[in-house]
């Protein structure tokens, strides 16, 4: 084996406004290994990828292939140097077949397109680094595994001889996945020099053969994965000593009104979202879902509140059954939506803000005259929630973009919560809001849970989850993987829960969890 | 009918179909290089108006028909120069855009035509372009007169479709195209240079659209009169979604409308009403486009235009 | 900091609110627009060895110069306010309806067959019918294409544009066939005396016609601004998915809103005919849907605006008739204003890019 290290970096350094992404980060990789950099969301992984294929120029630090400091200023030059990377979302044609994509951009032949040579090329590459694609197929035709197996080839197509892995589970299914693992072990054998981006303790102590730990921005330690455990990396990932236990409970406090049950959820690719959830939230209890960002949380709450199709399961509200009612049922049955996304689903950026404020409600006696806008009935409702919520604007009838994020945010949730809801799902409520703003919303969620009402909180900001729940369930890979009373729960326990630990603590229990209905 | 008339009576319909197609197909595969490259063009009726006007003018004022061709050609590749520009440099609506197009190109092409005709519905005559007689097809029974003693512009029309597949699908630039109009994400990951392919694709296309004007005014007929057009630009438009996206797809629908043209002309003698039959290639398209008989793949980022970020 | 306020009802403060609610910007564009085609058209018409001055001079004076000018510039107005306002009310819900000229031309054959028998009708029922049916008929050639889009997801361009060739031809057939008139020229039956409108200005083809698009206007910009229903077009067409949060349908609301924007065109090709044709003429619409499309482009597809713009091309159309008639300049050099300006209002970083451009 070559002494000198295949990649080595030294001292990357690289800061964005307001935060140190990469600090005087340092480490090897050796040529033929795989190896994975581990660390939590935000440990400062993709920066530092970024910066190595040329997408990002460091501040500081030198970057050497073989010994010889190299400079990368665009992925031309990376790809040149023998680094390909295949990224989390794939950039295939889809009607165009797996050896066109593989050779698009670099084709073999000159003016004339060779389609039986792309063909060949493919099935030697394939062969060569068994990586099993048929060459003839349509993108459109292929499973995701596949696809990304496409992915590496086009980037071995390019004489890639240090590959990197963005998050490569992320989109798999657990058989695709070891279909990658036996992917990787082939690549190895080729004498690739494999870097696997992940956060995933299981992966890596399955897959890699050492691995450097990255947290908050610097690297920490670079350990063999034959001398270390889960324990030993959930501790470097996190800082303490962690101990991991699945465990449920159920509802208690008053009466059951938000139920889910099983539920399936398909997302836009056709690919399961959501692989069975059951919780149950009761009057009076605010229940958080815990969970990064990508594990299915778009697609339940989409799901709950009528904006998709589940294929399986059932939902019930207050003892109705409104398994894939439509959004409008659903809000004259009680149900509050403050959705993930003020923008895009929030709010209506050309209305005004007392527009705004009766969205999805305006077609109650109070605000209308038979067919028409009782305005004045709007504008008395309005002046009330903007008051009662302190939300700051010029005026009920100005436009809504003139808002601060806050105050925006604070029009859909006095929205929904003056309406006097029986449920509530809150989807990342204080996202892009001031903390002022945040912790007037918060209160305002404290109340309504102290009046009676029940709430299912979904968001990806730890602190907000442990905060405001009485329980929490975590989400990861569109299932609850454990479930407790929100003061039970450490919070380095949670961020593991949440990086998938639980699937290799304990997979029965897990599986346990799951079989209750309403 | 004797056998031999009703073969000449085939003969010359199919004749006839050949020459009505031609400036749809021009058009439409033309349109199909644009589309395929992510473009949408709903100018091609104000092209193909510009095109036979500037055809009839230059060779009224050359005196030769060529030189009116190649006049058309420019100002079909300059309609389509301007669209490709304005949707990709000043993010204008490429619908928009279209409307435009064809709402001035009407405008412009009639002023044109009294400035130098001083008549407000036609032209004098100009040169025009001769029929041209291939022995080859002397031979060959039925095909042969049906293909033969065409002017130059149907023919070319012809190695134009031929090109233009064999470009689309044989050749890498081919594929680069394609896969723009598909996903010009992907495309631009792999170092694609979007914006140079699309014009090149629109600018063809559009010196095509202004070929099929020269037709109208240098074959099918020795002048211009308004708004010669005739909605044909929007009968291509028909032809490429019902072609599927494809150069011999688009040759097909053109001769399929052209053959329904050119039954409801001889229709029109007996009375039938032919309304009906010329209103089959529209309902074929919105059929298509609901995709409740065969599903037509338009390439996915048509009309959309890629924001480098 | 102040928080909420009472609005109080003054007609002050309505106007300051309607007033800043309007899109300056995007009037400045429009006002732009203009502007430079007509100073590209002014190059275009020296080019062609024309005096735009004289050019201008003329259309002033052919929709200006006396009352009967302004008769006719009216006159030509109407039907673009129809169109306008079908292309705008479609715009709201946040599509594209370029079928304004079938569904024009569909509801124009249904009130000129409705207003050619005499029923014994008094006149305003009459004419009601007559425009009635031309809704209906409108309406439901709109719906189809919006219904196509809902349901098959098929673009509302390329259908309502297939649609405006089949809305032509089968008006073709049907005038020229089983409701043709005695004669030669393909057109229906004259319109009973009770069913056409009264004229405003005799020795004008000025009818009420014009007070039926501005009510029409006025209906529509009511409907925008204070039912529920224009709340719920509005809501989908800025933002469906915040439109679908908040349990709106977005299918009902595209198709209604195809459906009402095909009446209103289907009552302008009435109006056109009761008012001005007193017959369904085969070819009586010189591109009025088209138009529209200008009309509703121009005024960011506002529909109380739509009057605006249309006498804008109005005064366009009847000056250019007048220009061809005194001049040897042909008035079609009005269609090339009239593209240049939907050429230039479709590109608004046009005017970003010449300003910058300034700036430096």
């Known amino acids: 084996m070559n002494s000198l290290p295949v990649l080595e970096i030294t001292n990357i350094t690289k800061a964005f406004p307001g935060v140190l992404a990469n600090d005087h980060i340092s480490f090897a990789i050796q040529q033929g290994e795989v190896h994975a950099i581990l660390g939590e969301n935000g440990a400062g992984k993709t920066t530092l990828m970024n910066i190595i294929y040329g997408l990002y120029q460091p501040d500081e630090g030198e970057i050497k292939i073989s010994g010889k400091p190299v400079a990368i200023h665009t992925p031309a030059d990376a790809l040149k140097l023998g680094i390909g990377m295949v990224h989390q979302h794939f950039m295939l044609i889809d009607p165009l077949t797996v050896a066109e994509n593989v050779v698009l951009g670099n084709e073999p032949t000159r003016m004339v397109f060779s389609l039986d040579r792309a063909v060949r090329i493919t099935e030697e590459l394939s062969r060569k680094f068994g990586l099993n694609v048929d060459p003839r197929a349509r993108i459109e035709d292929i499973p995701v595994g596949v696809r990304q197996r496409v992915e590496i080839l086009k980037a071995l197509y390019r004489d890639a001889s240090i590959l990197i892995l963005d998050e490569p589970t992320a989109v798999l299914t657990p058989l695709e996945v070891n279909e990658l693992y036996d992917t990787i072990a082939n690549l190895k054998a080729a004498g690739k020099t494999i870097i696997f981006i992940t956060h995933k303790l299981n992966e890596t102590m399955h897959i890699s053969d050492r691995i450097t730990i990255l947290r908050d921005g610097k690297a920490l330690q670079t350990l063999q994965t034959a001398e270390t455990n889960p324990q030993e990396l959930a501790r470097l990932m996190v800082g303490r000593e962690v101990v991991l236990r699945v465990n449920k409970t159920p509802c208690q406090r008053g009466r059951q009104v938000i139920c889910l049950g099983d539920v399936k959820v398909h997302d836009n690719r056709g690919l399961e979202a959501v692989r069975g959830v059951s919780l149950q939230v009761c009057a009076g209890e605010i229940y958080g879902v815990a969970g990064i960002e990508g594990n299915g949380q778009t697609e339940l709450i989409e799901a709950i509140t009528g904006l998709r199709k589940m294929t399986g399961g059932k939902i019930e509200i207050d003892g109705k059954d409104l398994s894939n009612a439509r959004p409008a049922e659903l809000l004259e049955a009680g149900l509050g939506h403050v959705p993930e996304d003020r923008n895009t689903r929030g709010v209506v950026s050309q209305f005004s803000v007392a527009e705004n404020l009766v969205l999805g409600y305006h077609k109650q006696q109070r605000f209308r005259n038979h067919q028409f806008i009782n305005h004045s009935g709007i504008d008395a409702y309005s002046s009330g929630v903007v008051a009662a919520f302190d939300i700051k604007t010029t005026g009920i009838h100005t436009c809504i973009d003139t808002l601060s994020g806050g105050n925006a945010q604070k029009v859909v949730v006095g929205r929904v919560f003056s309406q006097s809801p029986k449920a509530l799902v809150v989807a990342q409520p204080t996202r892009g809001v001031d903390v002022g703003a945040t912790e007037y919303i918060h209160q305002q969620m404290l109340k309504m849970r102290d009046a009676g009402v029940a709430i299912l909180l979904i968001s990806s900001d730890l602190e907000e989850v442990r905060s405001l729940s009485d329980r929490i369930g975590v989400l990861y890979q569109g299932q609850i993987v454990a479930e407790k009373l929100s003061e039970e729960f450490t919070e380095r326990e949670l961020g593991l829960f949440m990086a998938g630990a639980a699937a290799a603590v304990d997979r029965k229990a897990w599986e346990e969890l799951n079989n209750e209905y309403c | ?309 | 900091m102040s928080t909420a306020e009472h609005s109080p009802s003054s007609w002050q403060h309505n106007l300051q609110l309607w007033l800043k609610n309007i899109n300056w910007r995007s009037l400045g564009s429009g006002v732009g627009a203009f502007l430079l085609s007509l100073l590209v058209g002014s190059l275009f018409l020296s080019l062609n060895g024309y005096n735009p001055f004289i050019a201008f001079r003329e259309i002033f004076t052919g929709a200006f110069g006396n009352k009967y000018a302004l008769a006719e510039m009216l006159v030509k107005t109407t039907p673009l306010i129809f169109t306008g306002l079908s292309v705008a009310v479609a715009a709201q819900a946040g599509l594209f309806n370029i079928g304004a000229e079938g569904q024009l031309l569909v509801g124009a054959l249904a009130a000129a067959q409705l207003a050619s028998f005499d029923l014994g009708l008094p006149a305003v029922i009459h004419v009601i019918l007559a425009l009635l049916a031309a809704a209906v008929c409108g309406g439901i050639w709109g719906g189809i294409a919006g219904f196509i889009k809902q349901r098959f997801g098929a673009h509302e361009v390329i259908v309502t544009i297939m649609m405006n060739y089949i809305a032509f031809l089968l008006t073709s057939y049907l005038v020229n066939y089983p409701w043709k008139a005695a004669g030669m020229v393909p057109q229906t039956n004259p319109v009973v005396a009770a069913a056409a409108l009264p004229n405003l200005l005799r020795g004008s083809q000025l009818t009420i016609g014009i007070f039926i698009a501005i009510a029409i206007v006025v209906v529509v910009a009511v409907l925008f601004k204070s039912t529920i229903l224009g709340y719920e077009m509005k809501a989908v067409g800025y933002n469906p998915q915040a439109g679908a949060t908040g349990g709106i349908s977005i299918a009902v609301m595209g198709a209604l809103s195809m459906v009402l924007a095909g009446a209103v065109a289907g009552i302008g090709g009435g109006v056109e005919i009761l008012g001005v044709h007193g017959r369904f003429i085969q070819g009586f619409s010189p591109g009025f849907g088209y138009d529209g499309v200008a009309v509703s482009v121009l005024v960011n597809s506002n529909p109380a605006l739509v009057p605006i713009s249309s006498v804008l091309f109005g005064i366009l159309r009847a000056g250019g008739a007048f220009l061809e008639r005194n001049t040897k300049i042909p008035g079609d050099f009005t269609t090339v204003i009239q593209g240049l300006v939907i050429f230039f209002m479709a590109a608004p970083r046009i005017f970003e890019a010449v300003l910058k451009r300034r700036s430096k």
Do not use: C
């Not at chain 2, 006007?53 to 006049?71: C, H």
């Not at chain 2, 300059?78 to 000043?90: A, C, D, E, P, T």
């Not at chain 2, 329904?260 to 039959?277: E, K, N």
């Open chain 2, 1 to 309: 009918m004797t056998g031999a008339e009703l073969a000449a009576l085939i003969i010359s319909i199919l004749s006839s179909t050949v020459r009505i197609s031609t400036p749809l197909a021009l058009s439409s595969v033309g349109e199909v290089l644009s589309e395929r490259a992510g473009i949408v063009n709903l100018g091609l009726e104000g092209q193909i108006l510009m095109g036979a006007f500037a055809a009839a003018a230059a060779s009224y004022f050359s005196g030769s028909a060529y030189v009116g061709v190649l006049a058309g050609m420019l100002a079909g590749a300059l309609l389509g120069l301007i669209h490709v520009l304005f949707s990709l440099k000043f993010h204008a609506s490429q619908i928009v855009l279209g409307v435009a197009n064809n709402i001035f190109a009407l405008g412009f092409t009639t002023v044109g035509l009294v400035a130098i005709w001083s008549n407000r519905g036609k032209s004098d005559a100009v040169p025009g372009l001769p029929n041209i007689n291939i022995p080859f097809f002397n031979n060959i029974p039925i095909i042969g007169p049906i293909l033969n003693n065409h002017t130059l512009i149907v023919y070319l029309m012809l190695a134009f479709t031929v090109l233009s597949w064999l470009v689309l699908f044989r050749t890498n630039i081919g594929l680069r195209l394609r896969s723009i109009g598909e996903n010009p994400k992907a495309a631009a990951t792999v170092g694609i240079n979007i914006e140079r392919l699309q014009i090149w694709a629109v600018t063809i296309g559009g010196a095509m659209s202004g070929m099929a004007g020269s037709y109208l005014s240098l074959s099918d007929l020795n002048l211009f009169s308004r708004n010669m057009s005739a909605g044909r630009g929007f009968i291509a438009m028909a032809a490429t979604i019902l072609g599927n996206w494809n150069p011999f797809g688009a040759l097909g629908a053109s001769l399929i409308f052209g053959f329904l043209d050119a039954m409801q002309i001889r229709l029109q003698a007996t009375g039938f009403p032919t309304q009906f039959i010329q209103m089959i290639p529209y309902v074929l398209v919105i059929i298509l486009l609901a995709g409740v008989v065969r599903k037509v793949h338009a390439p996915a980022a048509a009309g959309k235009v890629y924001e480098r970020s």
